[in-house]
């Protein structure tokens, strides 16, 4: 089932990790995590993100969810 990263851009405090594992999918904007390329990197480099995130501001949401 596809499946998009998303952030939670009121939880991130910018720490960056997402963008440093990942900038082919995540920028900083305003100081805050973007997901600018959801199809940027494969599935199993975001999980890193995800499980990395200090504050576990990433998470797939579902596609066909509503
Ligand atoms: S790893 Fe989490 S807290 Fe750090 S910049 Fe990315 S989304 Fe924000």
Known sequence: MARTVRVNTDTCISCGLCVS???EVFKLVDGKSFVY???????NKIQECIAGCPVSAIHWKEDDAP
């Open 21 to 23: 594992l990942a900038p």
């Open 37 to 43: 390329n959801p199809e940027g990197a494969p599935e």
